[in-house]
């Protein structure tokens, strides 16, 4: 069976599963059924008409006047959820009055997610949100400090499209924020007037939250920039973001500590709520979403226990055992992982949550908590990587490799200097001298031995005799032992890793038709990769060496390429291998205008990318280090990185003066490459 049919048969099993929750539609979904489930002329075709039928049928709505603007951009969905909206109604407009954006003041960001009123005077939001701006404090709870004094918060149950009035009300204090592996679950008390306007009636929470077709998530969505289908996204939200919007769906599954939904959501969700349309409850507190597979949020009435332990002062605290203790674990339920040693004693809160566990023994059924198809933009990747298995050639084969060439642009641009950790630099033997530059076809490595994986990999890109060259299989350097690189542990299909580039393989691909494959073939060494999420590269990421290439082609220029991880003692370890959380890559090229050198440095974090069930707050991706790739000075990356990047720091557009607080660069958060700037 071909990778498409493949495809095409867990799309169909998917579209399987979730007709079987969504068993009444509407009076209109037998009259669209014959049209939406036509069939394809191609396997291409069907693909796309198969994922456009989901996407259909989770439209993203406007909320305005504390009501759902019934506005659909597809008859199909406006027939399947126009009515049962309408009817719905007076349930939303409650619901909506409920559900506010959680702003801070005097803090690095404007704001970080939803939450929603619970009780009279609490507000409840995720765990992971309360983090960005409150914190543990003794035997309580507290405010983190801010620029000057404790970070204000205050929850706007506006923030509507077109309406520029806010309705904001002050978070007085941090309640209770449950630490992991507790439910993801904060709340704060909310001052009960501002500006002599009473706060809204709280929601209800339900009882026993059961699967319902009938469902919507309220909340603030703000982009997401790991979204691997971007212009999907922009169709859906109408590239309106960061203000209340309402998303109808349905509750697919509820397991003992959280319900599953398929309402569609983006990064600033967290906290939003999940509305039974029948009865106006609250189903659940959203936490995390992955994409085209499933989101998820902690149960109503477990949300309700934790808030009635909370109020009733029942909640205790206990030290927790050493994290030197403590072995490195795989973090579940939208928590980021955990490296042994990495964390100091702490105290955290204990509740005790009664639950029910029910057993079926029998023919096990469709659900989208039992399947989990894989993403079409992870299938196919790296080939299978859990069973590869990879080749070696000789070492006399790589005596020809010129590797990286200084002076390629014409000004002496050397290849980058390991300060901070020179004596980890990698050495072997070749013909009798000590080595410690990898030379392949255009490009050159330099390894960490205690890492397994690159410092850097250079390579020189000539635009006039770029080529194109078939992909070739994974292979070791045998000038390299092979316990010190790594082919598999951490490397395989989702949860695990793909094999991520530093040098693509298009790039060292130029010259003659034998020399552009010899340079596609060295650049599926494992010596040039290094462990990402299979959604890391976000768009604007690869946008950047796209942008590079193709203009390197399109002008017939030479560029020069350098591209690493950042190597931090806290990165985590996962599957045996310690996965660096964020990278960086300067290109160097001469100047179309000036006629000058000229290097600019871009940095891209994947830490919200490792936990795939985790759903960013909207602050993180603000932050020029998280979620989005930045433009930065050249000066950070040599600081953070350890590497000198001489003289390419004299020619950076963005000068060293722009740097912030240790560990962190101004940067210029890159939508678009034409945002980059190329002349200081």
Not at 393 to 415: I, Q, S
Not at 591 to 598: A, D, K, S, Y
Request: hydrophobic share 35%; aromatic share 8%; charged share 25%.
């Amino acid at each position: 069976m071909s990778s498409t049919e493949t495809q095409l048969e867990r799309l169909r099993q998917w579209n399987a599963a979730t007709a079987t929750v969504e068993t009444e539609l509407g009076g209109q979904e037998a009259e669209f059924a014959q049209e939406a489930f036509a069939p394809p002329a191609t396997e291409e075709e069907a693909l796309a008409q198969e994922s456009i039928i989901m996407r259909r049928r989770r439209p993203v709505l406007a909320i305005k006047n504390d009501s759902a603007e019934l506005q659909f951009a597809d008859e199909v969905d406006s027939a399947l959820w126009g009515p049962r909206l309408l009817q719905a109604m007076p349930h939303i407009e409650r619901a909506a009055r409920a559900v506010g954006r959680i702003d801070l003041v005097g803090g690095p960001l404007e704001w970080v997610g939803t939450g929603w009123l619970v009780a009279d005077d609490v507000l409840v939001t995720n765990r992971h949100v309360a983090r960005e701006f409150a914190r543990r404090d003794g035997a309580g709870f507290t405010f983190s400090p801010g620029g000057s004094g404790p970070i204000g918060a205050f929850a706007d149950f506006l923030q509507e499209s077109g309406n520029p009035a806010t309705r904001r009300f002050e978070l007085l204090r941090p309640l209770y924020i449950q630490e992991a592996p507790g439910p993801d679950v904060a709340f704060f008390e909310i001052a009960p007037k501002s500006d002599d306007v009473a706060l809204a009636a709280p929601l209800m929470l339900a009882g026993r939250p059961e699967a319902t077709e009938n469902a919507a998530v309220i909340g603030y969505p703000a982009y997401d920039s790991r979204i691997p289908e971007p212009e999907l996204m922009e169709r859906i939200y109408g590239r309106v973001y960061n203000k209340k919007r309402l998303a109808p769906g349905a509750v697919t599954d509820v397991d003992p500590k959280r319900l599953l939904h398929n309402c569609t959501t983006l990064g600033g969700n967290s906290g939003s709520v999940v509305l039974d349309l029948d009865t106006g409850e609250a189903l659940g507190l959203h936490y995390s979403g992955s994409f085209l597979t499933t989101n998820y949020a902690v149960r109503a009435d477990i949300v309700g226990q934790l808030l009635d332990e909370v109020r009733s002062g029942r909640t205790r605290a206990h030290r927790r055992e050493p994290a030197s203790d403590r072995p490195s674990v795989r973090a579940t339920d939208g928590e980021q992982s955990a490296t042994a040693g990495s964390r100091p004693s702490q105290v955290v809160g204990e509740v005790t949550i009664p639950l029910t566990i029910t057993v079926s023994v029998g023919e096990a059924m469709p659900s989208s908590r039992s399947y989990r198809p894989q993403p079409s933009w992870q299938q196919g990747q790296d080939d299978a990587e859990d069973e590869v298995e990879g080749l070696e050639g000789r070492v006399e084969d790589y005596r020809d490799r010129g590797g990286y060439v200084a002076d390629f642009l014409g000004p002496e641009v050397p290849l980058p200097k390991v300060r901070a950790n020179g004596s980890d630099v990698l050495t072997f033997e070749l013909d009798g001298k000590t080595e410690h530059e990898l030379r392949y076809e255009h490009f050159s490595v330099v390894m960490s031995r205690s890492r397994r994986m690159c410092f850097f990999s250079a390579v020189n890109i000539s635009g006039r005799q770029s080529r194109k060259s078939k992909r070739g299989p994974w292979r070791w350097d045998p000038r390299l032992p092979r316990t010190q690189q790594i082919m598999k542990e951490c490397y395989g299909n989702p949860p695990r890793f793909s094999r991520g580039h530093m040098t693509r393989r298009e790039d060292p691909s130029w010259g003659d038709e034998t020399t552009a494959d010899r340079g596609n073939q060295d650049s599926m060494h494992v010596t040039n990769v290094a462990p990402q999420m299979q959604a890391f590269n976000s768009p604007i990421w690869l946008a950047l060496e796209d942008y590079a290439l193709d203009n390197a082609r399109s002008d017939k220029m030479d560029i020069s390429v350098f591209t690493g991880p950042y190597f931090r003692r806290d990165d985590p370890v996962m599957y045996g291998v310690q996965v660096p959380v964020a990278f960086w890559k300067i290109i160097a090229f001469i100047h179309e205008e000036t006629r000058q050198l000229c290097a600019t440095g871009y940095e891209l974090d994947q830490r919200q990318s490792m936990v795939p069930e985790e759903e960013f707050v909207f602050g993180q991706f603000v932050s020029p280090q998280l979620g989005i790739a930045t433009q930065v000075p050249i000066a950070a990356i040599t600081r953070r990185s350890g590497l000198s990047f001489e003289p390419l720091a004299t020619h950076d557009p963005l000068s060293p003066e722009q740097e912030l607080t240790e560990g962190a660069a101004v940067g210029r958060r890159l939508m678009a490459t034409n945002q980059i700037r190329f002349i200081a």
